[in-house]
Structures are given as structure tokens and as C-alpha cells.
């Protein structure tokens, strides 16, 4: 009978014990996602900075760098201080939606829940996306920085509450 009531409790144990490792295990990640985010977001921004600063080779560095995952448009990308951004404002948008996903995910949601969100919201958060791309592919209206950027950031904290 000891036995049984010792199992229970290192059982009891084991089980708090678990739930306060995950705990900061989800935290340790979310700080990690948050910190790479904020990074991300930093070098994005950085070419204009860096050419503002005189460091032309420098930002030159990093857009070509960005280069390979955006088209870089300069008509649908963001400038600062006369230069352009690494990404176009769709892509920022993206990048910037998994910061404020991140940023936002444990007010909304517990992060020790481990239960997975119905993937329809996912797809959900493409369809202003894809119906901004399919209104100017068609020509039926043109698209802005400001409508760009917006569709990016729902698909982007979207996904950011899948990772």
C-alpha cells in the first residue's frame, strides 16, 4: 500500500514538475522567435541606415543579401531616409506579422496549450493576400504599399501562431 501512495505522489511530482519544464521550455522558444524576429527586422531596415551613415558597401552587403527571397521592386518596397528597404512591403509586412504574432501570442492564447489551431485559419490568413495579388494581376484595381503590407502582416502573425 506504501508503495501505491509513493508512486502517486512522485507521480503528482513528475507531472508539476513536467508542466514547469514545458513552461519555460515555451517561453525560452518564444523569447528565441521574438529575438530572431526583432533581428530579422533590424537587418531589413539596416540598408538605408547604414548608406544614411556612409557605409554604402556595407548596405549594399545586405540588400543583395535580401536579394535572393524578394524581387525587390523599388516601386513596391519602402524607403527610409531616401534609400530602400531590403524586402518590399509585402514581405516586411510578413516579417513584421511574425514580431507582432510572437509578440502577441501568449495574451491571446496559453502557451503551455500544445493542442494545434485549426489549420483553416491558416489558409484563412492567405486569402486577403492572394485576393490583393489576384485584384491587380487581373487589373482591376492597383495595389499600395499600404494594402501590400497590410496582407502580408495578417499571413505573417498568422504564422506565428503556428510555430
Not at 113 to 138: H, K, M, Q, Y
Request: net charge positive; charged share 15%; glycine share 8%.
Amino acid at each position: 500500500m506504501r508503495n501505491t501512495v509513493a508512486d502517486d505522489r512522485s507521480g503528482v511530482y513528475n507531472s508539476v514538475y513536467a508542466r514547469g519544464e514545458m513552461r519555460k521550455r515555451s517561453y525560452r522558444v518564444l523569447v528565441f522567435c521574438l529575438a530572431i524576429a526583432f533581428i530579422w527586422l533590424a537587418a531589413i531596415v539596416s540598408p538605408p541606415v547604414l548608406a544614411s551613415l556612409g557605409s554604402h558597401p556595407a548596405a549594399a552587403g545586405v540588400f543583395s543579401f535580401f536579394g535572393w527571397m524578394c524581387h525587390q521592386i523599388p516601386e513596391r518596397s519602402f524607403h527610409f531616409a531616401g534609400e530602400q528597404l531590403g524586402v518590399c512591403s509585402r514581405c516586411f509586412g510578413v516579417y513584421f506579422g511574425l514580431l507582432v504574432g510572437f509578440a502577441v501570442y501568449p495574451l491571446w492564447r496559453n502557451i503551455e496549450n500544445i493542442e494545434p489551431l485549426p489549420r483553416l485559419w491558416l489558409f484563412a490568413s492567405i486569402v486577403p493576400l492572394g485576393i490583393d495579388f489576384a485584384l491587380t494581376f487581373f487589373g482591376i484595381w492597383e495595389n499600395t504599399h499600404f494594402s501590400r503590407f497590410v496582407t502580408g502582416l495578417i499571413l505573417g502573425a498568422a504564422c506565428a501562431t503556428y510555430i
